[in-house]
């Protein structure tokens, strides 16, 4: 087979990489032999503390780095992340460019990937799988670009591709005159493991090239591309969610999944897995092929291969950089995971002047992004009583960071899942933290445990008032009942009080929790009796501070009626419920009168929400927060609105909208039907008492004809709601 190399992929042989090395850059690696030569004879004589202390760690990361990477690749059950190995091989790697004569054969840095799992056939790559040197900011990359540049000055015209650096494993396959004929794994970089049944099953790999077949592209006789296998967010969530259902254990990360799954004996097995593929590099092949990265993308893409979207391609490495950072911010909107973004040359010669250093082509390095998940300590489990009475366990940790951000706490979710993945106080934990989402425990890792980790016990009372907790049948959540528990009452006043709700500045939860502890708030209606004076004696409170929040509480009081009732924390009721349910009931009396029938009429009011809101009203304590609030405040919607109550001339009508309508919006005119009693629907069907249609009507101004439902236009429908 003609070899015609990818840099990103293809490697050379020890000695031919040397061979291939331009003069200038043998004359650094020649500099650098004597150089270390040189350190070499010094240090044997006087070898300082700091040598001696910086060989002891060299020893301490390989045997450490030797035995992740075993328990990475053999066993498959890491017991640190990713980014934990990544920053100990760097240190290494640091030590070993500082005393290239302590490298030792068995050094992590000297050999590419690990042992292989003895189970599958092995096979030799047609040239070694290359990994990539990391960078971890900008500045890093920049320096990178230094180091190319000078090396080979030829770099200042480089053009720049940047890719995703997707999470998941490689995958070498192998095409013959067009057809899938062998896949394998990376393994150790030379060899790998034959997966071909396994990868067939993958259905974005295609069996045969093109698969467009009218396309004009020509095919190598052979070829030889690689790429990365992972599955998609979307069909790891649906996978883990089958699982919750069947109760069986879910798995925590999704490369590790699809690693597992494609090493599988039993090709079914990974069938049932939804493994994709994306993919990046021609490792090997015969004709005329492509000469940069951006050519090979586009090539691939030809092809009928699956390929990232977003690859981009800069003539500078400033607008690299920029490019590459873009990727952070989307990198929770992404369907797959990625951990970094790849900046590679695109010309294959020129790439190929730079060589390699170790396992890594000069020419690409990773900007990887801080790491979502890592591994720390549970010192303990905390409870959180919220504002319904749910009690809530969550993770105490040794601080950690996470993304960037220092991790002290985290959610367990429910006791349910304390109890499933068997978290015991003590244990080690992976936590994970993406984009805004809190950080919350994937799990332990049990073969870390030394004995002396210790379970944890359901708690019997609630943490705050002591009161028994109570669970009911068929519910995970476990409850506190007692409506005056002070835990409860905090959260429920910081909640009236949140931006969504009454939006009183100035009062979150620290002061909700002073508020409470002093015992000048009971319930919300307490917020508006409170006097500066009152204030003036809680910590933290001056002249300003507490006049400001007197002020704050005073201007919520002609807030519109739906912030009231979403301030009310009735369960389901949040912002658009809590509008609906103004715009239709005009009051807060009008909305404690309510039937579960009046409101289960109303669209987007589902029986749940109609139950929680009657059962709230029902509640002595409610009725009384009520009763309280109408007396201090001038509430100008707590008016009895009888006298004004508009005549509910749409009552028992169900009207649909289609087109556009001449002078009111959509939710206009949905607002005027909902007052007067009437409904609005989505779809014309025989119960439509009128279909109201305004400018190029759609197809249900058809359907409505077709069923003989009657259809006005917008003053037909104005006239007929005034009555
Ligand atoms: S190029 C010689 N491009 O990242 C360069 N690798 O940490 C070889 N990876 O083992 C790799 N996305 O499995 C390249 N767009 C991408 C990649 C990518 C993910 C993986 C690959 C490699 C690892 C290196």
Same mark, same amino acid.
Not at 33 to 45: I, T
Not at 541 to 549: E, G, H, I, S, V
Not at 681 to 703: E, F, H, I, N, Q
């Given at each position: 087979?003609?070899?015609?190399?990818?840099?990103?992929?293809?490697?050379?042989?020890?000695?031919?990489?040397?061979?291939?090395?331009?003069?200038?850059?043998?004359?650094?690696?020649?500099?650098?032999?004597?150089?270390?030569?040189?350190?070499?004879?010094?240090?044997?004589?006087?070898?300082?503390?700091?040598?001696?202390?910086?060989?002891?760690?060299?020893?301490?990361?390989?045997?450490?780095?030797?035995?992740?990477?075993?328990?990475?690749?053999?066993?498959?059950?890491?017991?640190?992340?990713?980014?934990?190995?990544?920053?100990?091989?760097?240190?290494?790697?640091?030590?070993?460019?500082?005393?290239?004569?302590?490298?030792?054969?068995?050094?992590?840095?000297?050999?590419?990937?690990?042992?292989?799992?003895?189970?599958?056939?092995?096979?030799?790559?047609?040239?070694?799988?290359?990994?990539?040197?990391?960078?971890?900011?900008?500045?890093?990359?920049?320096?990178?670009?230094?180091?190319?540049?000078?090396?080979?000055?030829?770099?200042?015209?480089?053009?720049?591709?940047?890719?995703?650096?997707?999470?998941?494993?490689?995958?070498?396959?192998?095409?013959?005159?067009?057809?899938f004929i062998q896949g394998a794994t990376r393994g150790d970089g030379n060899f790998g493991e034959v997966i071909t049944p396994n990868l067939r099953t993958v259905r974005t790999l295609p069996l045969t090239i093109p698969v467009d077949k009218t396309s004009k592209v020509s095919v190598p006789r052979?070829?030889?591309?690689?790429?990365?296998?992972?599955?998609?967010?979307? #069909?790891?969530?649906?996978?883990?969610?089958?699982?919750?259902?069947?109760?069986?254990?879910?798995?925590?990360?999704?490369?590790?999944?699809?690693?597992?799954?494609?090493?599988?004996?039993?090709?079914?097995?990974?069938?049932?897995?939804?493994?994709?593929?994306?993919?990046?590099?021609?490792?090997?092949?015969?004709?005329?092929?492509?000469?940069?990265?951006?050519?090979?993308?586009?090539?691939?893409?030809?092809?009928?291969?699956?390929?990232?979207?977003?690859?981009?391609?800069?003539?500078?490495?400033?607008?690299?950089?920029?490019?590459?950072?873009?990727?952070?911010?989307?990198?929770?909107?992404?369907?797959?995971?990625?951990?970094?973004?790849?900046?590679?040359?695109?010309?294959?010669?020129?790439?190929?002047?730079?060589?390699?250093?170790?396992?890594?082509?000069?020419?690409?390095?990773?900007?990887?992004?801080?790491?979502?998940?890592?591994?720390?300590?549970?010192?303990?489990?905390?409870?959180?009583?919220?504002?319904?009475?749910?009690?809530?366990?969550?993770?105490?940790? #040794?601080?950690?960071?996470?993304?960037?951000?220092?991790?002290?706490?985290?959610?367990?979710?429910?006791?349910?899942?304390?109890?499933?993945?068997?978290?015991?106080?003590?244990?080690?934990?992976?936590?994970?933290?993406?984009?805004?989402?809190?950080?919350?425990?994937?799990?332990?890792?049990?073969?870390?445990?030394?004995?002396?980790?210790?379970?944890?016990?359901?708690?019997?009372?609630?943490?705050?008032?002591?009161?028994?907790?109570?669970?009911?049948?068929?519910?995970?959540?476990?409850?506190?009942?007692?409506?005056?528990?002070?835990?409860?009452?905090?959260?429920?006043?910081?909640?009236?009080?949140?931006?969504?709700?009454?939006?009183?500045?100035?009062?979150?939860?620290?002061?909700?929790?002073?508020?409470?502890?002093?015992?000048?708030?009971?319930?919300?209606? #307490?917020?508006?009796?409170?006097?500066?004076?009152?204030?003036?004696?809680?910590?933290?409170?001056?002249?300003?501070?507490?006049?400001?929040?007197?002020?704050?509480?005073?201007?919520?009081?002609?807030?519109?009626?739906?912030?009231?009732?979403?301030?009310?924390?009735?369960?389901?009721?949040?912002?658009?419920?809590?509008?609906?349910?103004?715009?239709?009931?005009?009051?807060?009396?009008?909305?404690?009168?309510?039937?579960?029938?009046?409101?289960?009429?109303?669209?987007?009011?589902g029986p749940n929400i109609a139950e929680s809101i009657v059962e709230w009203f029902a509640k002595p304590g409610n009725r009384s927060v009520v009763r309280k609030l109408r007396r201090v405040g001038n509430w100008e919607f707590l008016i009895p609105v009888e006298s004004e109550r508009v005549a509910?001339?749409?009552?028992?009508?169900?009207?649909?909208?289609?087109?556009?309508?001449?002078?009111?919006?959509?939710?206009?005119?949905?607002?005027?039907?909902?007052?007067?009693?009437?409904?609005?629907?989505?779809?014309?069907?025989?119960?439509?008492?009128?279909?109201?249609?305004?400018?190029?009507?759609?197809?249900?101004? #058809?359907?409505?004809?077709?069923?003989?439902?009657?259809?006005?236009?917008?003053?037909?429908?104005?006239?007929?709601?005034?009555?």
């Open positions: 087979m003609g070899v015609r190399p990818d840099v990103y992929s293809a490697g050379l042989s020890a000695t031919k990489r040397v061979r291939l090395l331009p003069t200038h850059a043998m004359g650094l690696v020649l500099l650098r032999v004597r150089l270390s030569l040189r350190f070499a004879l010094n240090d044997g004589a006087t070898m300082s503390a700091k040598g001696k202390q910086d060989s002891q760690r060299m020893e301490e990361l390989r045997e450490q780095l030797n035995l992740h990477n075993y328990r990475y690749h053999v066993l498959e059950s890491p017991i640190i992340s990713d980014s934990e190995y990544d920053l100990m091989l760097r240190e290494l790697v640091e030590l070993e460019d500082e005393y290239p004569q302590n490298i030792t054969p068995d050094s992590p840095t000297q050999r590419v990937g690990s042992k292989l799992s003895e189970r599958l056939e092995r096979v030799r790559h047609p040239a070694p799988i290359l990994s990539l040197g990391n960078a971890f900011n900008s500045e890093e990359v920049f320096a990178w670009y230094e180091r190319i540049l000078k090396l080979n000055p030829s770099i200042a015209e480089a053009e720049f591709v940047i890719e995703p650096k997707l999470d998941g494993l490689t995958v070498v396959m192998h095409y013959e005159d067009g057809i052979s070829l030889v591309v690689r790429g990365e296998a992972l599955i998609l967010n979307k #069909d790891f969530e649906t996978m883990n969610r089958q699982l919750k259902k069947e109760g069986k254990a879910t798995y925590a990360n999704a490369r590790n999944t699809a690693s597992g799954a494609l090493r599988q004996l039993d090709s079914k097995a990974t069938a049932a897995k939804r493994i994709s593929l994306l993919c990046y590099a021609i490792i090997d092949a015969d004709g005329q092929l492509p000469e940069s990265q951006w050519e090979v993308v586009h090539y691939l893409k030809k092809l009928g291969f699956p390929v990232a979207e977003g690859i981009t391609r800069q003539v500078n490495i400033e607008a690299a950089i920029e490019d590459a950072e873009a990727w952070i911010p989307r990198r929770d909107s992404l369907p797959y995971e990625v951990d970094g973004v790849v900046i590679k040359i695109s010309n294959f010669a020129l790439s190929e002047s730079l060589g390699i250093v170790g396992k890594d082509p000069r020419a690409a390095i990773a900007l990887k992004f801080p790491a979502q998940i890592v591994t720390t300590q549970l010192l303990d489990i905390g409870l959180n009583v919220g504002r319904t009475g749910v009690v809530t366990p969550f993770a105490i940790l #040794d601080p950690v960071i996470v993304g960037g951000v220092t991790v002290r706490k985290a959610t367990l979710h429910n006791f349910d899942f304390i109890s499933e993945k068997d978290i015991r106080i003590g244990d080690r934990v992976d936590i994970k933290r993406a984009g805004d989402v809190v950080p919350y425990v994937i799990g332990p890792i049990k073969d870390l445990r030394d004995g002396s980790e210790k379970p944890f016990r359901r708690p019997k009372k609630c943490p705050v008032c002591g009161e028994k907790l109570e669970q009911d049948p068929g519910e995970v959540a476990i409850y506190c009942v007692n409506s005056t528990c002070p835990a409860q009452m905090v959260r429920i006043v910081e909640h009236f009080a949140s931006r969504g709700a009454m939006d009183i500045e100035g009062l979150g939860i620290r002061v909700a929790e002073l508020l409470v502890e002093a015992q000048m708030v009971a319930d919300v209606a #307490d917020l508006f009796r409170l006097r500066k004076k009152d204030l003036l004696t809680l910590e933290g409170f001056a002249d300003k501070k507490a006049k400001n929040l007197i002020e704050n509480i005073d201007a919520s009081r002609s807030r519109d009626l739906w912030r009231l009732l979403a301030a009310l924390g009735i369960r389901g009721v949040g912002e658009v419920a809590a509008n609906d349910l103004a715009r239709k009931f005009q009051s807060l009396d009008n909305l404690a009168a309510a039937t579960i029938s009046d409101l289960e009429a109303m669209e987007g009011i509910q001339m749409a009552e028992g009508l169900t009207f649909v909208l289609t087109g556009t309508l001449e002078n009111l919006k959509r939710s206009e005119v949905k607002t005027l039907i909902e007052v007067r009693g009437g409904k609005v629907t989505g779809s014309v069907s025989k119960k439509t008492s009128y279909l109201v249609a305004g400018a190029s009507p759609g197809s249900k101004l #058809d359907k409505a004809r077709a069923l003989g439902v009657q259809v006005v236009d917008e003053a037909a429908l104005l006239r007929l709601l005034e009555g």
